[in-house]
Structures are given as structure tokens and as C-alpha cells.
């Protein structure tokens, strides 16, 4: 049996961008045939970005200053590369009909009619599981269309270029944990039925896991190691590799304490809540949310977007009003309370959450920590500045100018201050709503290593809502698992994640365990 | 909110506009050291007659020419400007208390009647701001186009301000801070600190820009105060008569008043084509 | 935590749109009615007297009944109609000019080599009042044409054209030539503007990257996606444009003698002719907010969602 087609190979490839500048990519050397299942994995600026640019051919011919990129075997026919963008990078113009573009690039790559490529699209739509209006709900404009059917068309569309290859932009990047899981099995699936290659880029590891196959690691343009999952996490790789394949939180990764606390009294009791009042009282009672969270205990509501989290918060710290149940916060219904006392009792509720623009930008760096310190406590202005630059020092930030406005900060530098905020005010709930988000896999470590340590030693009742069951088993024992607004299951996180009764549940536990995702073929592993 | 308020807010922070902006102070500085100067820089006093021959053309003797009466045009001007920067410094807090002020208090603490007022503000700023000028100067008696002109150009800063500090409000950070327990009047107090540290200048500007222009309008129509005291608008319409040939005697005032708004729009940062 | 509202459908936008339009007038109509209930004798004694006129002329107002003129004795809309043909007609002159002027200028503002040389003049020219620009308008033409200004029988443009009679059409052209180039150039500067906003906006958006990785080139995404955006975000302008217009057409009118709308305005509040003035304040408004209305349909059928500007 000859040997599958090469697709691509980089031999001592050295890239430059601008002259002068260091190169974007020294001496690579790396290649994929047709079948492989490739993931370059590095961090923004580790030169993925540019191998990716080379492959498509956006490179002048001047940027190759030594080593050479071959595509196919070299001859005139080159393969077939199709690109694949994530269904969050905005790709597709977002005012006119989604389908109508996908058909315009299928149109255009096979150099087909309109009807031709609508056609194709058909064709390669019928070997994956869809529903029946799918493509008419396609017709919409790509705001209209939900993230996990922009991704299914965007995959729809490469496969209907019958490519050699699937160059893989973050292509799962923005979906929900469960939705992720579905569209990587999707993919390899159709990797394996086709035979295409699958040359993925990103910055994920545990993306670049679920994938199987081989992983090379790019850090500052050079290849620092190469081969299979296992290989990787054998002792002989690179000590770099290790601390990248741990970054992103996987379930198992941090030990908690077996022991429980004593119970204390509870801080936040939730009865009967439901989205929608329901017409028969007695029943909306029984099938409403209720929990209870204790203080100083730790509580994960699972859920990912659209599953009603968002409004259940918000309901929960009084910014609108619950359509139906109950809130008891401190003994107090919150229900009976007015906008000026709701406004002082969410002064007792901090919050750390993946969407930075809850700083404002326009405030210093100092301020913004004060701030909390200055509205609900009388502290004199000495002791605020001097907590202020403890509180920063603790959370990496002790080099920062005080002065310094947090909207020229990082994203990752306004996740801590975020927190530093939080520790300054020390309030007695603390809710994280999805606080990883955005970040990249070392920022995602560092950042659950600072919420774990403020858990620790400030102790306040933390509510985490994410759809990470690694986050949630870092941060907090017991969690609730919401869907479409209700609650699917239950119980301690050891016991879910041991034995999840749900379907549900199951797909959330396996987007972030360890292991490649199940029932792949490993071949397309062998270099 | 158009487009081209924003646009003109994006643009604010490039190294150009800036300077631009800097050019701007720095000539409404220069045109006011001229007006302090008043008495030293012009020759002759305000409306001073048969300085030499009438409708003598500029450069020699008198360097911007005479008028129909034999007024100095260089002197004329300059007591023209004094007279409509006087105005224009007058109207201002007027503008900037109907309009700007209120409108940023009216998005943050008035909860009902703030919509309200910025629905009537709606149909204030349907009809061109002149047309205000002319209404409540003909209402208020001609000696008081000064409040007339900051009163027109009141609404048109309302809508402005109002919705800049409505998008505050529905920012997440806003939503955040509201979350964590901030009320109303410290978020209030927030944002018009920032607001006023970033922005306050370049408001003025555009204010003055407005208002010079509808204060000259009004003048050139008959509408302003009454001679002695001649403003440029006013200057110009009376030399109506001698055009086109003796162009100096409206040239050089209208070459002031360009000037003078200039000035105010490159302080204000307003691009190329926005109006004021 | 913080999300974003989901995008409203087409025919609920269009219907709140259509209630904004309704409200809009209805403001208008107050406005018009406060200012014809001016010419109420009882009004003028107190504010309260005041507000009740006001109040008793809004369902007069809305049907566009505002009394009768004080000086010529009829009612104030027939009274104001033979100005606001003529202004209308110069508005529509003025907005082809303007158009045609402005196009290119909106162009050359958004390309960077040329903005350089265009920026500045435009700059320049904007600085200078609508009245200065009429005057200079006015002389410039003059020199270059044998203007003189409208006279007592200049007939308006619709029936200059009506009785093709050389000599009246010739004298109604060179009459309404110096206004509409005052127009023009003021549209030209909102038209240019407002384009350069939209090439710019539109060009700067992301997916000209993406789409050009997935395949299509250049060419089919400008003409296709960016010419598209850029229009769309013109249009939807184009309720600042329209008062632009009509801002620069009541000065022009007043410089040149075109016996328009706004040259009656001014003339009516001069004289204290309430009724008048009313009629014409709401017209103007009414226009507006149409253009805004008309202006925000069509972003929204271009495939604009109501983002912020």
C-alpha cells in the first residue's frame, strides 16, 4: 500500500514578518499526509498563527528566509486546503444570509453554480445528523444563527469542498462544553469515513487531547516537542510541555479536602424559583429550583449558556425580580425589600466573571479596588491604600502603577484585578461566573490557583457558575446541574463525576477528562 | 445616536486630533488676547466715522479698507469680535446648563420623566436650531439673543448628552457596578467626574461653535441686539449694500468669524463636514 | 453575566419604529400648536392661559388646522403652501448638487492619499456660516452670469417648466441658481461626511479577512458585503442630512430672496403671524422624521441590526 499523499511538510522553515524582527517561526520542521490528525498547539505569538498563514498562502515569498514549505508532493497539483474558523471569529459578513455566503465559497473553491454548491452542501449534510429545516434556518444572517449551528454549517461547508485537508482555526473554540464534545466526535468521525487530514491550531490543550493524534508544541516559533498525548506526558518531554498539557483545568487536577466542614447556617436559601410563573401553584412549587447554600460552603450551578443561569443569578442578588419562588438572603426574603435596600444588601456580594468589560475602563487600577472599600466601609484613606497594594501584591499585580487605567490592562491582568477587588471588599457571597473565560490555558491556571487560595483563606460562601466541570470541582463540593431551566441532577461533584446518571451530565464530564474522546480510530495517531 | 457623533468620538484620541485640538485652544487663545487687547490693537473706537474716505479699498492707508461711512474695517472687526465673542462666552453656560448638564442629569436620576424630556427634546431638535434662534429671540425681546441662542442650542445638547450617558448606564460595567451595590447618585457622580475630567473642552467647544454661528445668524437677520453695540453678523449685513465690489467691507469680518470658528470646531474635535 | 439583548425581528423593529414616527409627530404637532396658540389673544395673559390654548389647538394641530394667517387671512397652511413648494423645490435641486458634489467628496475623505489634501479644505469651508457661504455664493455667480434675484413674477420651477416659456424659465433658473449651489455645498459636506463615516465603518469590519480565507476574493467582497454596509449605514444618516438641508436652504432662501419656507418663518415670527410659523415648524419636523423613519427601515432591510452607531 503506498504511502497516504503528503499534505504538507516544513523543513527547517524559518518565517519572518517584518525585517528585523525576530522570526515568527525558526526552523521548523514538521509535515502531515493525508489521514493524520494534527494539532499545533501554542500560545498567541508561539507562531502558530503565521504557520497557519503560511499554509494558505497569505505569506509573500520574501517572508521564507530559510528552510522551505512544501505543499503536496511539489507538483503542480496541489491539495486541497479548506479552511475551518471557530463559529465566534466573525468570518462571515454578519447582514446578509449565512447560507447564501456558505454557498457563494463552496461555489467559488469548486468553481460551481450557485445550484451546484447548494447541492454539494446537500450531499455532504446527509451523512451527519441533522434536523430537517436546518439549512432554512440557515437563511438567517449569522447573529440570528445559534454558535453550535454556525459551527455544524461551517463544517458542513468545508466538507463539501472534498479537501485533502481541514486547516482548523480554533474551530471549536466558543462552544459550550457539551456542544464541543459533539462537533469533535462529529469531526473526527468524518476525518476517519473521508480520510482528509485534520490540522487543528490552537492555544487549548484539552482540545488538542480530545482530538487525539499527534501534538506538536510550538512555543516562540520553534517546535519544542512533538508526538502522541502519551508520549507527550511521558517524563522525557520538554518540562514546558508538562506544565501546558496541565494548564487548563481537568477534572482531577486539584486535590480537595475529604473533609466537611461543620455544617453553618445557611446564607442563601433559594425556594421553588422557576423562569416563568406557572399556572398551577402547587406544581411550579414542586418542579422550581431550590437549593440552599450555607455560609462559607461552595455551591457550582452547571449550566451552559442558555440553560437560564444568567437570570436565576440575577434573581438570586435582586437585580429583577423572581416570576415566581422565593429568595431568602440572611433570613430575609428578598422579595419584600426595596430598590435602595437591595442595593445595599448586594454591597455584601462580590463577584469575579468572564466578561472584562464589568471593569470600568476608565477607572485607575487603585480605584478600582478601593472603590468597594470606600462605598461600604469607613476606612480612613492610609489603611485604603496600603490594604489596596497588599491586596494587589497577592494577586500578582504588585508591579502595577495604582495609577494605571484598567482598560489599557491585559485580560488576564483584569481577571486579577478583579479578584483583587473581591478580596478588598471581602463580602460574604462570593459568585464566579464563568471566571476562565477568555483567558488562555497558562492565564487559566494562574487564575484558579488565585481563586482557590482566596476560598481558602478568606472563606466566603462561593456560588461558581459554569459549564466547566473542572472549574467546578476546583472550587466548590456540591453542584446543581441546570438545563433549558431546570434541574436535570444533583448531588456532591465527586458523586457526578463518578457515576453520572444523566446523558447530559455524561457529555459534560467528558469534554474535560483527560482521555482523547472515546471510540476514534488511534491510527491516524502513527506518525 | 448617529453615526457621525460617534465617529467624531473615535477619532478624539489619535495623535492628530489631538494636536488639532491643541491648535484650536491655542487660536481661541490668540483671538481672545486680541479682544483684550481691544483698545490698543484697534486704532479707532467702536463705530467711529469718516476715519478717511468711504469704501476705500484695503493696504493703504487703513489696512482692511474703510466702509460706506468711513469706518476703519481693521477696527470695526476687531470690536465686531470682541462684541460677538462677549455674546458667544455669554451663551455658553446656558447651552451647557439647559443642555449638557441636564441631560446627563436627567439619564441618571430621573427615572420616568428623564424618557419624557428626551422625547420632547425629539421634537425640539427636529427643526433647525435657527429656527429656535429666530422663535424664542423674537419671544424674548431682541436685547436677549444671547439666552436665545444658548436656549436653541439647548435641546440638540440635551439629546447628545443624554444618550452618551444613557450608554454608560446600559454598559456591563454599569450593570456590574449596579450588581455590587452602587446606587444612583454615587454612579452619577462617577460618571460625571470622568466625563468632565475626559471631555469637558471639547463639549465647550462644540457649544461655543453652535452658538457663535447662531448668534451671528440671528444678527445678520435683524434679530440680535441693536447698534451701538455691532457684533460680526451684524457688521456683515450692513455691508450688504456695497457688494460686490468693496468685497472688504463683509470679507474681512466674515474671515474673523471663520476664524473664530474654526478655532472652536478644531478645539472640539469635530471632523471635516460635522456640524457643530 | 452581563449578556447582550437577542436582535428584535423585522416586523416588530419595523413596528416600533412606526410608533417612535407617531410619537415624533405627535410631539411636532404639540410644538406647532404651542407656537399657533400664540397668536390667541387670551394666551397672552399668563402661562397657564397659556398651556390651555396650547392644549386646545393640539387636535386642531393634528389636523393640520392652525388658523388663520394675520396677515394675509388665510388659514395658515394655505397660507404657507406656495412657500413650502418653493423651498422644496430648491431642497431637491440642493440635494442632487449636494449628491453629486458630495459623493466624490465622501470618497476622497475615506481614501487615505486624498483625505489629506481634501480633510483640511473641507475643514476649512465648514468653518465659514451658512450666511457667509450664501453671500459669497450669490457674488460669484453673479460675476459669472448675468444673475438677477427673484423678482415679483419670478415663477416657481414647476411652472417655469409648465409654460416652457424660455425667458421665465431662464429668469426662475438664474433666481434659484444661487441658493442651490449654497445647498449644494452644504449638502455636499453632511453627504460626504456621512459617506466617509460609512466606507470607513464598513471597511474596517472583520470579515473581509475571513471571507478572503475561505475563498472569495477581494472584488465580490467589496461590491457585495462592503458597498452594501457602506450604503446601509448612509442611509441611515439621512435624517441628519435632511436638516442639514433644511437648515441651509432658510439662510439661503434669506440671502438670496427665493421666496421659500424659510425665509417665511423668519418673516412670520417677525410679523407675529403664530399660525404661520406653526404650519411651517411642523412641516419641516414631519420631514425629518420621515427621512429618520425611511432612513432606519432601510439599514434595517440592508441587514443592519440596531447595533450602536
Not at chain 3, 390667541?40 to 395673559?45: F, T, W
Not at chain 3, 418653493?86 to 453629486?100: C, P, R, S, W, Y
Request: net charge positive; glycine share 10%.
Amino acid at each position: 500500500m503506498s504511502e497516504p499523499r503528503p499534505i504538507f511538510a516544513a523543513e527547517n522553515l524559518t518565517l519572518e514578518r517584518k525585517r528585523g524582527d525576530r522570526p515568527a517561526i525558526a526552523e521548523l520542521t514538521l509535515g502531515a499526509r493525508r489521514g493524520d490528525v494534527l494539532t499545533v498547539l501554542g500560545r498567541e505569538g508561539s507562531g502558530r498563527d503565521i504557520l497557519l498563514a503560511a499554509l494558505l498562502g497569505e505569506l509573500p515569498g520574501r517572508a521564507t528566509k530559510a528552510g522551505s514549505l512544501t505543499l503536496g508532493d511539489g507538483g503542480d497539483d496541489g491539495p486541497r486546503l479548506t479552511y475551518l474558523p471557530g463559529p465566534e471569529s466573525r468570518v462571515l459578513a454578519p447582514f446578509v444570509s449565512t447560507l447564501a455566503q456558505l454557498t457563494r465559497i463552496v461555489a467559488r473553491t469548486l468553481s460551481l453554480s450557485r445550484k451546484e454548491a447548494r447541492e454539494k452542501l446537500h450531499g455532504a449534510l446527509e451523512h451527519l445528523p441533522h434536523t430537517p429545516d436546518f439549512l432554512a434556518r440557515l437563511s438567517r444572517p449569522p447573529r440570528r444563527v445559534a454558535c453550535r449551528e454556525r459551527a455544524f454549517a461551517l463544517l458542513v461547508t468545508a466538507l463539501a469542498q472534498d479537501p485533502d485537508a481541514i486547516l482548523a482555526d480554533d474551530a471549536l473554540a466558543g462552544l459550550e462544553p457539551s456542544e464541543s464534545e459533539e462537533m469533535a466526535s462529529l469531526l473526527l468521525k468524518e476525518q476517519s469515513r473521508r480520510g482528509f487530514a485534520l490540522v487543528y491550531f490552537t492555544g487549548d490543550p484539552v482540545v488538542a487531547t480530545r482530538l487525539g493524534g499527534r501534538i506538536a508544541i510550538l512555543r516562540e516559533g520553534k517546535l519544542t516537542d512533538h508526538g502522541t498525548i502519551e508520549q507527550l506526558q511521558s517524563t522525557k518531554s520538554h518540562s514546558y510541555t508538562h506544565v501546558l498539557l496541565r494548564a487548563a483545568p481537568r477534572l482531577g487536577q486539584r486535590p480537595r479536602d475529604a473533609r466537611r466542614k461543620p455544617r453553618a447556617e445557611p446564607l442563601l436559601q433559594v425556594r421553588s424559583f422557576a423562569f416563568e410563573k406557572a399556572d398551577d401553584p402547587r406544581r411550579g412549587a414542586a418542579e422550581g429550583i431550590t437549593f440552599d447554600l450555607r455560609r462559607g460552603a461552595s455551591l457550582a450551578l452547571i449550566g451552559e449558556h442558555g440553560s437560564g443561569r444568567r437570570a436565576l443569578i440575577r434573581a438570586v442578588i435582586g437585580l429583577e425580580p423572581a416570576p415566581q419562588g422565593r429568595i431568602i438572603f440572611d433570613s430575609v426574603d428578598i422579595g419584600i425589600l426595596s430598590r435602595a435596600m437591595l442595593a445595599r444588601l448586594r454591597k455584601r456580594v462580590g463577584f469575579v466573571t468572564g466578561d472584562d468589560r464589568a471593569l470600568d475602563p476608565r477607572m485607575t487600577v487603585g480605584g478600582t479596588i478601593e472603590e468597594p472599600m470606600r462605598a461600604h466601609m469607613r476606612l480612613p484613606a492610609e489603611e485604603r491604600k496600603s490594604a489596596a497594594s497588599a491586596v494587589l501584591k497577592r494577586v500578582g499585580l504588585g508591579d502595577m502603577i495604582a495609577r494605571q487605567k484598567a482598560g489599557a490592562l491585559s485580560a488576564l491582568d483584569r481577571r486579577r484585578l478583579q479578584i483583587a477587588r473581591v478580596i478588598a471588599a471581602n463580602p460574604q457571597l462570593v459568585v464566579l461566573f464563568e471566571p476562565l473565560e477568555g483567558l488562555d490555558a497558562l492565564g487559566q491556571a494562574l487564575i484558579l490557583d488565585l481563586l482557590c487560595e482566596m476560598r481558602e483563606r478568606e472563606g466566603p460562601a462561593l456560588l461558581v457558575v459554569t459549564a466547566n466541570f473542572a472549574i467546578a470541582e476546583a472550587l466548590a463540593d456540591d453542584a446543581l446541574i441546570l438545563k433549558a431551566g431546570r434541574i436535570v441532577a444533583r448531588g456532591t461533584i465527586a458523586e457526578l463525576v463518578r457515576a453520572p446518571q444523566d446523558a447530559y451530565v455524561r457529555r459534560l464530564v467528558a469534554a474535560v477528562s483527560a482521555a482523547p474522546a472515546d471510540g476514534l480510530s488511534q491510527a491516524a495517531a502513527q506518525v | 445616536m448617529s453615526a457621525t457623533d460617534t465617529a467624531a468620538a473615535r477619532t478624539n484620541s489619535s495623535p492628530l486630533r489631538i494636536a488639532l485640538g491643541g491648535l484650536g485652544l491655542a487660536g481661541l487663545g490668540a483671538l481672545g488676547a486680541l479682544v483684550a487687547l481691544e483698545d490698543i490693537a484697534a486704532p479707532y473706537e467702536a463705530g467711529m466715522m469718516r476715519t478717511g474716505e468711504a469704501l476705500a479699498p484695503p493696504l493703504a492707508p487703513h489696512a482692511f479698507g474703510t466702509d460706506l461711512l468711513g469706518r476703519d474695517i481693521w477696527s470695526e472687526t476687531v470690536h465686531g469680535l470682541a462684541v460677538t465673542m462677549a455674546d458667544a462666552v455669554g451663551a455658553l453656560p446656558i447651552a451647557l446648563a439647559a443642555g449638557t448638564f441636564a441631560g446627563f442629569l436627567a439619564a441618571h436620576m430621573l427615572r420616568y420623566s428623564g424618557p419624557l424630556l428626551r422625547a420632547a427634546a425629539n421634537a425640539l431638535i427636529a427643526v433647525p436650531a435657527l429656527f429656535l434662534a429666530v422663535l424664542f429671540a423674537a419671544l424674548l425681546g431682541h436685547q436677549n439673543a444671547v439666552v436665545a441662542a444658548g436656549l436653541a442650542v439647548a435641546p440638540a445638547a440635551f439629546a447628545r448628552s443624554y444618550d452618551r450617558a444613557h450608554s454608560l448606564l446600559a454598559s456591563p460595567h454599569a450593570d456590574f457596578a449596579r450588581a455590587t451595590g452602587l446606587d444612583r447618585w454615587s454612579l452619577f457622580r462617577r460618571d460625571l467626574i470622568f466625563e468632565l475630567r475626559e471631555s469637558i473642552v471639547a463639549v465647550a467647544a462644540r457649544a461655543l461653535a453652535a452658538v457663535v454661528i447662531l448668534l451671528s445668524t440671528l444678527s445678520f437677520f435683524g434679530f440680535g441686539a441693536a447698534p451701538p453695540a455691532r457684533d460680526l453678523g451684524l457688521m456683515i449685513a450692513a455691508a450688504r449694500g456695497a457688494l460686490p465690489e468693496a468685497w472688504w467691507t463683509a470679507g474681512f469680518p466674515l474671515l474673523a468669524l471663520a476664524l473664530f470658528i474654526l478655532a472652536a470646531r478644531l478645539a472640539a474635535g469635530l471632523s471635516e463636514g460635522e456640524r457643530a | 453575566m452581563m449578556g447582550d439583548a437577542p436582535p428584535q425581528g423585522l416586523g416588530r423593529y419595523a413596528l416600533a419604529r412606526t410608533a417612535l414616527l407617531g410619537a415624533n409627530l405627535a410631539g411636532a404637532a404639540i410644538f406647532a400648536a404651542a407656537l399657533a396658540a400664540l397668536a390667541v389673544p387670551a394666551a397672552q395673559a399668563s402661562l397657564i392661559d397659556f398651556l390651555a390654548a396650547a392644549i386646545e389647538k393640539i387636535p386642531a394641530a393634528v389636523l393640520l388646522d392652525f388658523g388663520t394667517s394675520r396677515i394675509s387671512g388665510l388659514p395658515a397652511m394655505e397660507a404657507a403652501a406656495p412657500a413650502l413648494q418653493a423651498t422644496f423645490e430648491l431642497f431637491a435641486i440642493g440635494a442632487i448638487v449636494g449628491t453629486l458634489l458630495g459623493v466624490p467628496l465622501g470618497l476622497a475623505l475615506a481614501a487615505a492619499p486624498t483625505r489629506r489634501i481634501a480633510a483640511p479644505i473641507v475643514q476649512l469651508a465648514g468653518s465659514v456660516p451658512l450666511f457667509g457661504a450664501a453671500l459669497a455664493a450669490g457674488m460669484a455667480l453673479a460675476y459669472l452670469l448675468p444673475i438677477a434675484g427673484p423678482a415679483a413674477d419670478t415663477m416657481s420651477v414647476r411652472a417655469a417648466f409648465a409654460s416652457a416659456d424660455p425667458s421665465a424659465l431662464a429668469a426662475t433658473l438664474a433666481a434659484v441658481a444661487a441658493p442651490a449651489l449654497t445647498i449644494g455645498l452644504a449638502g455636499a459636506g453632511a453627504v460626504g461626511l456621512a459617506l466617509r463615516n460609512a466606507v470607513e465603518r464598513a471597511g474596517a469590519e472583520p470579515y473581509r479577512r475571513g471571507l478572503r480565507r475561505l475563498g472569495i476574493p477581494k472584488g465580490q467582497i467589496f461590491g457585495l458585503y462592503v458597498a452594501r454596509r457602506a450604503l446601509a449605514l448612509l442611509l441611515r444618516d439621512a435624517g441628519d442630512i435632511v436638516l442639514a438641508l433644511f437648515t441651509a436652504a432658510a439662510v439661503a432662501e434669506w440671502v438670496s430672496g427665493w421666496p421659500g419656507a424659510g425665509a417665511e418663518f423668519v418673516q412670520a415670527v417677525a410679523l407675529k403671524d403664530w399660525p404661520v410659523a406653526g404650519a411651517i415648524v411642523l412641516v419641516f419636523a414631519a420631514v425629518r422624521f420621515a427621512a429618520d423613519f425611511i432612513g432606519a427601515l432601510a439599514f434595517r432591510l440592508l441587514g443592519g441590526e440596531d447595533e450602536p452607531a
